[in-house]
Structures are given as C-alpha cells and as structure tokens.
C-alpha cells in the first residue's frame, strides 16, 4: 500500500471518486476468484467453492466496519496491532487518522479509505478455499474466517500497510499486498492443513486419482474478472488518480501479459503442449508477483517480473506432490511463491523515478538495505499466518471440527453442505427420456452417480 499518496494535502473530489471505484472493482475480485475455483474442483463441489468465497463478502462486510478496521489501522500497539478506537467507524475524522498529516498526507476522506481496505480485507481469506477445497465443513469454515481476520489479516496488515506499524516504519515496501494478501493468505492455507490430522489432510483419493478441473470455462472466465478487479486493486493503491496510479496501471498489465507467456511456454516446453489452465494460472501469478511492487518498479522490472513469477509459479506447482501435500488449486506455488517473488524483486528492481515513497534497489545503486528489509517481511509475515492460523485451525477443529467426514466427501460440498446441485443432471435426464419416449422418468442410478462425480 502506498500509504500517502504523493500529491497535495487537501481532500481532492477527484481521487475520492477514483479510490471508490477501484474499491468496487476489488470487490469484483472475490466472485471472479469464486468462478476461477469453482471451475477447477469437480462438479459435485462448485457450489460449495462459490459459497465458501461468498460468504467472505458478508462475513468481513460487517466484521471489517465494527472491529478489524480498527485494529489494522487504529491507535497503535508498539507497532504490533491497532487499537479499537475507530470500532464501529467511531472517530473517523482526518486529523487522528494514520496518515492524513505531514508530508504525503493523503488526498482522500478516511472513509474512502475504509471501503477501499475493506475490498482487501475480504479477498484475503477467500484465497485461502483454493488450498483446502472439497474438503471443509462450511459452518467451522465460517468460524475460522472471523477468527483469522481478527488475529491474522488485521495483524498483519497493521504491520505492512498502517504508517504505525513495525514493518512499515523498518522501511519494508509493499504496495499492493503481496505480504499481507498473497503471502498472509498462502500460509492461511497451510496453516488448515497441517492442522488436521495427516491421514485427513489431503482429498480421498489424491493423488493417485486424477482430479481435473470440471469447467475450464468458468476458470478462465474467472481469471478475466480478477485482471479487471486487479487494476482497482493495483492502481487504486496509489491512493489518487495521479501519474502513480497510471504506472501501476501499466505495470499491472505488462507483468500479467509477460507471465502468461512464460507459463504456456514453460508447458510447452515440459510437455509438449500450452494449455488453458495454464495460460489463466500464468496470468493470476503475475497479477500476484506484480502487487507489491507494481508502484516501485518501471517498466523493464515489471517484465522480468512477469516473466520470473509465470516460469517459476509454473514449475513450482509439481512441488506439493514431492511434500504429500494435497494444495488442490496450486494456491502455494501462485500466491505464496508469486508474492515472495514480487516483495523480494523490489529489493533488486525498486526505483524512485517515478515513487518518491518508495527505495532504490540493489540494481538502482540502493545497496542491499532494501532487500534485507524485503526478506524480513516476507520471513515473519508467513511465520507469523503460518503459526497463528495452525493454532486457530486447531482450536476449530477441536471444538467443531473442520474436517468433512467421508461420505460427505464422498456426496460433494454442494449435496452435504448445501442441499444444492450446480447441474441438476436428474432433470435433464428426465426431460430428454420424456421427449424421447413420452414417459416421465424417475432418478435413474447413472443420474444419481453424475450429480456425485
């Protein structure tokens, strides 16, 4: 996050008017992920992955106005954690907010700030379901996600993005949340899974049985959404509708184009053949790799960026099967190896041509101050998600359990959780032997199997 944006110190109608509508294109983001996921989990769970993304919407909705909010970016801790002065929105007023005093206040009312935030404090722990999918009980999945916006999300975006916290006053660099979403919602993930038991850990079957994504459609469909959101939550970093944000923009762009190309090449070259899957993954990671630095490099660093994030993300994803570690949609090698790539790329790449905020790099004659600042976040950010989310997943479990059991696994998230089918294959079956012999059909065994497959 920006944190100031670097223009006058006056509220400007016009940066108003381009944060709340980044903010809306962010808030985009989390439907676009839900049919990004959907579309790789069998059939018999794409409600269930679009629930457990929906729900996010309501449940950090509320919990962000009345007490996260405050505690990522109210009166200070020792630089650890906000306080609850602003709960419930109370005392929001220019003059006691974080940044809106001294040189690079910002340019938009605190409230603005609000909803824009909010946008990410929301996407974050929806990452998190393409790690654990087809898995999850819905209502400890509910559970867990309050709890972690408060000891996780809040926490760390406190340290990152509030001018107060530890992180931010060490110098390390984050303009769009590759520490505090990427990476914070990566090692959220992983924290659930080795929080269950290790016979229970993975998907029945995995990975002897081949799991392939049920509608590639809905994937890449997905994936378009979230490039689109993915300007508001880039470019609207900038904090204004200023020459900042146009770079984050274009850089934004560039480094998703280049690592398209490098992942389907990548594919190519390993197995003879580019795919569709491939070419959507290529373009989530280098929106992923690109979010933290995309307003502190020019336009070289955000290709090779781009470049670094596709080739590596790509080959990174055999990995979880070397571990034993059932990551369902490659949620590790985007999101966590793709924001270690962007947060540490600043610290070789980062240029203050343009950002006067931000650091030269190793590359730029910055020395390697910047870089060690770089390792530092990364390092404890994933420490700390990793440590707390295992506690937090732990404690679900063992009152409420996470776990689904195996029928129903079995079943599907749709049936078991949700009483729902995304195809009513029964119906369909129905209305074509009707039309074919006049009769009305009853549930035919074959039917039944296709709405559990």
Same mark, same amino acid.
């Given at each position: 996050?920006?944190?100031?944006?670097?223009?006058?110190?006056?509220?400007?109608?016009?940066?108003?008017?381009?944060?709340?509508?980044?903010?809306?294109?962010?808030?985009?983001?989390?439907?676009?992920?839900?049919?990004?996921?959907?579309?790789?989990?069998?059939?018999?769970?794409?409600?269930?992955?679009?629930?457990?993304?929906?729900?996010?919407?309501?449940?950090?909705?509320?919990?962000?106005?009345?007490?996260?909010?405050?505690?990522?970016?109210?009166?200070?801790?020792?630089?650890?954690?906000?306080?609850?002065?602003?709960?419930?929105?109370?005392?929001?007023?220019?003059?006691?907010?974080?940044?809106?005093?001294?040189?690079?206040?910002?340019?938009?009312?605190?409230?603005?700030?609000?909803?824009?935030?909010?946008?990410?404090?929301?996407?974050?722990?929806?990452?998190?379901?393409?790690?654990?999918?087809?898995?999850?009980?819905?209502?400890?999945?509910?559970?867990?996600?309050?709890?972690?916006?408060?000891?996780?999300?809040?926490?760390?975006?406190?340290?990152?993005?509030?001018?107060?916290?530890?992180?931010?006053?060490?110098?390390?660099?984050?303009?769009?949340?590759?520490?505090?979403?990427?990476?914070?919602?990566?090692?959220?993930?992983?924290?659930?899974?080795?929080?269950?038991?290790?016979?229970?850990?993975?998907?029945?079957?995995?990975?002897?049985?081949?799991?392939?994504?049920?509608?590639?459609? +809905?994937?890449?469909?997905?994936? $378009?959404? &979230?490039?689109? /959101?993915?300007? @508001?939550?880039? #470019?609207?970093?900038?904090? *204004? !509708?200023?020459?900042?944000?146009?770079?984050?923009?274009?850089?934004?762009?560039?480094?998703?184009?280049?690592?398209?190309?490098?992942?389907?090449?990548?594919?190519?070259?390993?197995?003879?053949?580019?795919?569709?899957?491939?070419?959507?993954?290529?373009?989530?990671?280098?929106?992923?790799?690109?979010?933290?630095?995309?307003?502190?490099?020019?336009?070289?660093?955000?290709?090779?960026?781009?470049?670094?994030?596709?080739?590596?993300?790509?080959?990174?994803?055999?990995?979880?099967?070397?571990?034993?570690?059932?990551?369902?949609?490659?949620?590790?090698?985007?999101? +966590?190896?793709?924001?270690?790539? $962007?947060? &540490?790329?600043? /610290?070789?790449? @980062?240029?203050? #041509?343009?950002?006067?905020? *931000? !650091?030269?790099?190793?590359?730029?004659?910055?020395?390697?101050?910047?870089?060690?600042?770089?390792?530092?976040?990364?390092?404890?950010?994933?420490?700390?998600?990793?440590?707390?989310?295992?506690?937090?997943?732990?404690?679900?479990?063992?009152?409420?359990?996470?776990?689904?059991?195996?029928?129903?696994?079995?079943?599907?998230?749709?049936?078991?959780?949700?009483?729902?089918?995304?195809?009513?294959?029964?119906?369909?079956?129905?209305?074509?032997?009707?039309?074919?012999?006049?009769?009305?059909?009853?549930?035919?065994?074959?039917?039944?199997?296709?709405?559990?497959?």
């Amino acid at each position: 996050m920006a944190a100031f944006a670097p223009d006058k110190g006056n509220i400007s109608n016009g940066d108003n008017a381009w944060i709340l509508a980044s903010a809306a294109l962010v808030l985009l983001m989390t439907p676009g992920l839900a049919l990004f996921y959907a579309g790789m989990v069998r059939r018999k769970n794409a409600l269930g992955m679009l629930m457990q993304n929906w729900v996010v919407l309501g449940i950090v909705g509320v919990l962000w106005v009345w007490l996260t909010y405050s505690l990522a970016f109210g009166n200070d801790l020792n630089g650890l954690v906000g306080g609850v002065h602003f709960a419930g929105l109370a005392n929001i007023d220019k003059e006691i907010v974080p940044g809106y005093v001294g040189a690079g206040a910002q340019t938009i009312d605190p409230i603005v700030f609000v909803v824009f935030q909010m946008m990410f404090a929301v996407i974050t722990p929806a990452l998190i379901t393409g790690m654990t999918a087809d898995r999850l009980k819905f209502g400890a999945y509910c559970v867990f996600i309050v709890l972690w916006s408060i000891f996780v999300y809040a926490v760390v975006a406190h340290w990152v993005f509030s001018p107060n916290g530890w992180l931010y006053k060490l110098g390390a660099l984050d303009f769009a949340g590759g520490t505090v979403v990427h990476i914070n919602a990566a090692m959220g993930g992983l924290g659930i899974l080795l929080a269950l038991r290790k016979t229970k850990r993975n998907r029945a079957g995995w990975p002897k049985m081949t799991m392939k994504p049920h509608n590639l459609p +809905f994937t890449v469909l997905g994936a $378009g959404l &979230l490039w689109f /959101g993915w300007f @508001g939550f880039n #470019a609207g970093s900038a904090l *204004g !509708a200023n020459n900042l944000s146009a770079h984050a923009f274009v850089n934004t762009n560039t480094a998703t184009a280049a690592a398209i190309l490098a992942w389907i090449a990548v594919e190519k070259l390993r197995n003879g053949k580019s795919t569709t899957l491939g070419g959507a993954s290529g373009a989530v990671a280098g929106l992923v790799a690109i979010t933290p630095s995309c307003g502190f490099v020019n336009l070289l660093g955000a290709t090779i960026i781009g470049i670094l994030a596709g080739a590596i993300c790509a080959l990174a994803c055999s990995v979880k099967f070397r571990l034993g570690l059932d990551d369902a949609l490659d949620v590790l090698a985007v999101h +966590f190896v793709g924001g270690v790539i $962007g947060a &540490l790329a600043i /610290g070789f790449l @980062g240029t203050t #041509a343009f950002n006067s905020f *931000g !650091a030269d790099g190793l590359l730029y004659g910055g020395g390697g101050k910047l870089l060690y600042h770089q390792a530092i976040a990364v390092v404890c950010v994933a420490l700390y998600s990793l440590v707390v989310s295992y506690i937090l997943a732990k404690l679900v479990d063992k009152v409420m359990g996470l776990r689904l059991n195996d029928e129903d696994e079995q079943l599907g998230l749709d049936l078991s959780q949700h009483d729902e089918s995304a195809y009513d294959f029964e119906s369909v079956l129905g209305s074509v032997h009707q039309t074919l012999t006049g009769k009305t059909s009853g549930t035919t065994p074959a039917s039944t199997e296709e709405v559990k497959s």
